[in-house]
């Protein structure tokens, strides 16, 4: 099965009837898919060492009516074409220096069930030796829901790449997406530079006041408060440990 089938089969699974109603008009999820393959394949580069550099930042510009018939689903939907590209990378041997996101934004010049596709290449944040380095073009996100929820890394570990602020000692970074993916890959949110640490190694999912961990069939597993977890919620002082890394969820 390809990666668009899979693609479409796990929208199918996810939304079902609501798939249907929300998009009365022609534009489809598909085919949002399909361009932004198209979009790596055509700005693909070969870099250093033989790697080949493809986008990780997509803007989808959509009519304004589509737009409001997108929002509903947007985060979901811009998951899925998250997952869809880091797929396809893996197929392709394409590389990301940074975490693969996916938005959407209204145009008033796009007709309904017409679309466009602007991508970047934009770098993570990195702590490395306790200097944070951000890139000017990774603008600051708003909280995503409230109490703030953070994890805090414990100095000691493994290099922590992606991280957006320091407290003390720790190094802070902030839950601003309702999905972040953490591991040793570069197209990670937070990226944990740690020999222990498996590729996609895990991922927070956080929903209203809702945050869990959800291990991802990593090879050394994920450990919540000393105990090997395949999910677990999580709370303000639940303590974390991947590979050599440990870190402290906090919420406000």
Do not use: W
Not at 136 to 164: F, M, Y
Request: proline letters at 4%; one cysteine or more; charged letters at 30%.
């Amino acid at each position: 099965m390809g990666v668009l089938q899979r693609f479409e089969r796990r929208l199918e699974g996810m939304i079902e009837g609501t798939f249907a109603r929300a998009f009365k008009s022609e534009l489809q999820p598909v085919e949002i898919a399909s361009a932004v393959q198209r979009e790596m394949d055509e700005r693909a580069a070969i870099v250093a060492q033989g790697r080949t550099l493809v986008p990780n930042d997509f803007v989808v510009e959509l009519s304004g009516d589509d737009k409001e018939r997108m929002d509903v689903l947007a985060d979901s939907i811009g998951q899925e074409l998250a997952k869809l590209a880091r797929d396809y990378a893996t197929e392709q041997g394409y590389s990301f220096v940074g975490p693969v996101r996916v938005h959407f934004k209204a145009q008033d010049d796009l007709q309904t069930g017409r679309f466009r596709i602007r991508s970047g290449v934009i770098r993570g944040t990195t702590v490395e030796s306790g200097e944070i380095r951000q890139p000017v073009s990774d603008q600051p996100r708003e909280s995503l829901s409230p109490g703030r929820p953070r994890l805090l890394i414990s100095p000691g570990g493994a290099a922590v790449e992606g991280t957006s602020a320091a407290q003390g000692m720790q190094q802070s970074f902030e839950l601003n997406t309702p999905v972040t993916l953490l591991g040793r890959g570069t197209d990670c949110d937070l990226r944990l530079v740690d020999n222990g640490v498996s590729r996609h190694h895990a991922e927070i999912r956080v929903e209203d006041e809702e945050a869990t961990l959800i291990d991802l069939g990593s090879t050394n597993g994920t450990f919540v408060n000393g105990q090997q977890v395949k999910r677990a919620r999580l709370v303000d002082g639940t303590r974390i440990s991947l590979g050599r890394t440990t870190m402290t969820f906090r919420r406000d």
